[in-house]
């Protein structure tokens, strides 16, 4: 069973940077993908980025392109987003999800696992 836990979530004024991570336990293969997603009061969960688990390669939404990175540590098991040039229009709660497949989709459908989620607070 995968298990996937969210941490480094905080309030921050406009401009500044957080950095969450992902830690995920229970992984069985390297094929697999995973992904930020974040979802604001009253609106859709929508998709940040993503990262093939063992190519290493990123995918963004426009939106955050130049100011968001995301990496992994394959010896961690751990996913990490940094956040720079926050806007508050950033404010959400972020979420970590997984799946069993190298191809990182930007929709929630086709992830297995999610985790609980972390407050990500932008105050202009």
């Known amino acids: 069973q995968v298990q996937l836990i969210e941490s480094g979530g905080g309030l921050v004024q406009a401009g500044g940077s957080l950095r969450l991570s992902c830690a995920a336990s229970?992984?069985?293969?390297?094929?697999?993908?995973m992904a930020w997603f974040r979802q604001a009061p009253g609106k859709e969960r929508e998709f940040v980025g993503g990262?093939?688990?063992?190519?290493?390669?990123?995918y963004y939404r426009d939106s955050v392109k130049g100011r968001f990175t995301i990496s992994r540590d394959n010896a961690k098991n751990t996913m990490y987003l940094q956040m720079n040039s926050l806007k508050p229009e950033d404010t959400a709660v972020y979420y970590c999800?997984?799946?069993?497949?190298?191809?990182?989709?930007?929709?929630?459908?086709?992830?297995?696992?999610w985790g609980q989620g972390t407050q990500v607070t932008v105050s202009s």
């Open positions: 990262i093939n688990w063992s190519a290493g390669s990123t």
């Open positions: 999800a997984y799946r069993p497949n190298i191809v990182v989709l930007s929709s929630t459908v086709g992830y297995d696992y």
């Open positions: 229970g992984l069985t293969s390297s094929s697999a993908s």
